[in-house]
T-cell receptor, first 113, second 111 residues
Framework: KAGVTQTPRYLIKTRGQQVTLSCSPISGHRSVSWYQQTPGQGLQFLFE???????NKGNFPGRFSGRQFSNSRSEMNVSTLELGDSALYLC????????????FGQGTRLTVV | QKEVEQNSGPLSVPEGAIASLNCTYS??????FFWYRQYSGKSPELIMS????GDKEDGRFTAQLNKASQYVSLLIRDSQPSDSATYLCAVKGQRNNDMRFGAGTRLTVKP
């Protein structure tokens, strides 16, 4: 059974640009959550999607957005990149999101220069 | 007060010893609790989930939950050098589905 797949693994962008990250969940999983991990702030919740709807959102600015497709694959977009957006972006998939175990992908390492 | 608190460590134990990792949380209505292991440069890997008060054992790992004290712990028996990693405690709140993570405890097991 394939795990959670994130693409790309590494990305270098310039300030002001935008970026799109992709996440394919485990087959049958309908919930996808996104997290940002930095050395200073740890793992912070961005948002969760279930059945193509954003079900929950963390405390991040509107520059961070996402969507989920009918096959449960999810994308995350960050517009007008800032140096502080440099981080490891992780997605986690779970069956329903509610009280079920979540499994992480390998992450996308974003560097903003 | 942080939502999920862990001792940042580092925690150092000799090979073969028991490593004890602790976590407290602030949301009294939390229902689901998880322990993840994260090796340097890698993504978090789920070790244990626990939903009810008491102990849950899986191989060398035992998770303990005390909802009254808002406390969850992870014991690693017969610690191995390969257990050296950062251990993240995660809690799902009652109201939302988002997992809140502690800052993690870095464990080093010395041969």
């Amino acid at each position: 059974k394939a795990g959670v797949t994130q693409t790309p693994r590494y990305l270098i962008k310039t300030r002001g640009q935008q970026v799109t990250l992709s996440c394919s969940p485990i087959s049958g999983h309908r919930s996808v959550s996104w997290y940002q991990q930095t050395p200073g702030q740890g793992l912070q919740f961005l948002f969760e999607y279930f059945s193509e709807t954003q079900r929950n959102k963390g405390n991040f600015p509107g520059r961070f957005s996402g969507r989920q497709f009918s096959n449960s694959r999810s994308e995350m977009n960050v517009s007008t990149l800032e140096l502080g957006d440099s981080a490891l972006y992780l997605c986690a998939s779970s069956l329903t999101g509610r009280d079920t175990e979540a499994f992480f992908g390998q992450g996308t390492r974003l560097t903003v220069v | 007060q942080k939502e999920v608190e862990q001792n940042s460590g580092p925690l150092s134990v000799p090979e073969g010893a028991i490593a004890s990792l602790n976590c407290t949380y602030s949301d009294r209505g939390s229902q689901s609790f998880f322990w993840y292991r994260q090796y340097s440069g890698k993504s978090p890997e789920l070790i244990m989930s626990i939903y009810s008060n008491g102990d849950k054992e899986d191989g060398r790992f035992t998770a303990q939950l005390n909802k009254a004290s808002q406390y969850v712990s992870l014991l690693i028996r017969d610690s191995q050098p390969s257990d050296s990693a950062t251990y993240l405690c995660a809690v799902k709140g009652q109201r939302n589905n988002d997992m809140r993570f502690g800052a993690g405890t870095r464990l080093t097991v010395k041969p």
